[in-house]
């Protein structure tokens, strides 16, 4: 299924997120026992955060990962995991650290990478060789057309075996990140992008509808066996007839 809304409204958009959050967490939940969600950073912290604090459906089944994650301590105010932490635990909710699968720093850059990918895996009692599939991935994009840490002509965007990569030559900063690569991203039941503002407009109006000609990374997000919604504000629809 591929779905494209446009909200009005801060309050819109978290009523619309937290009902599409909320149907793949019970149907999941259903399904395997626990909710497994990853999320991004950046403006989405925000809304992210709201839905969660409005006592949504099954938090304690939840596991929580990262799209992707700055390479920075977590106290420092760029790291993802920080944010949400910062907005999220020590009794803000009934969330738990244990529950958020998160990089470790002190490891080297490149470590860092392959240690995520095995945490991910060991979350999922995944098999040798076999590939998680994320309930749902939340995305946001750059005004750049990048999503996670995949910008527009890395050779990143080229991986096919790794799922979990590091890069250091980040244009947006911090310059070093680690990201979930395509394969992992496009093997998820469901990837949602929510994506605000009017510095997205030009980039919006040139991938919806959906166009054949391939300039940004967020045009790479195509779930194999998944589906693929959109939720837009006014500002980042505003070219869209
Ligand atoms: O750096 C990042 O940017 C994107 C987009 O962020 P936004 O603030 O423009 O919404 C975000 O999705 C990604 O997780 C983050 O690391």
């Known amino acids: 299924m591929n779905s494209f ?25 259903q399904d395997h026992g626990e909710f497994r969600v990853g999320l991004s950073g950046g403006s989405l912290v925000e809304y992210v955060s709201d839905v969660i604090r409005s006592s949504v459906i099954g938090l304690t089944n939840w596991k929580i990962f990262f799209c992707d994650e700055r390479f920075v301590e ?12 910062r907005a999220l635990l020590d009794g803000q909710t009934i969330l738990n650290e244990e529950q958020f699968i998160k990089i470790d ?33 939340i995305l946001g ?53 929510v994506i605000t503002g009017e510095s997205k407009a030009a980039t919006i109006e040139q991938i919806i509808p959906k166009s054949a000609d391939i300039r940004y990374p967020v045009q790479l ?16 629809a505003k070219f869209l007839k």
Request: proline letters at 6%; charged letters at 30%.
């Open 221 to 236: 997000v195509k779930p194999v066996r998944g589906d693929l919604l959109w939720i837009l504000d006014a500002d980042a």
């Open 74 to 85: 977590e106290s420092e105010r760029n790291s993802t995991y920080g944010c949400y932490k």
């Open 141 to 193: 994009m750059g005004p750049d057309g990048h999503t996670c840490s995949l910008f527009p002509e890395h050779i990143l965007l080229e991986e096919r075996r790794r799922l979990i990569a590091a890069i250091d030559d980040s244009p947006k900063p911090p310059s070093e990140r680690i990201t979930m690569t395509l394969p992992l991203i496009n093997n998820a039941s469901c990837c949602l992008f």
């Open 105 to 137: 720093t002190k490891l080297s850059l490149d470590d860092c990478a392959r240690d995520y990918e095995t945490r991910i895996l060991r979350a999922f009692n995944c098999s040798d060789g076999q590939m998680p599939k994320f309930d749902l991935l």
């Open 5 to 29: 809304t446009i909200i009005e409204s801060k309050d819109e958009l978290v009523t619309k997120l937290k009902k599409e959050i909320e149907k793949r967490a019970e149907n999941a939940i």
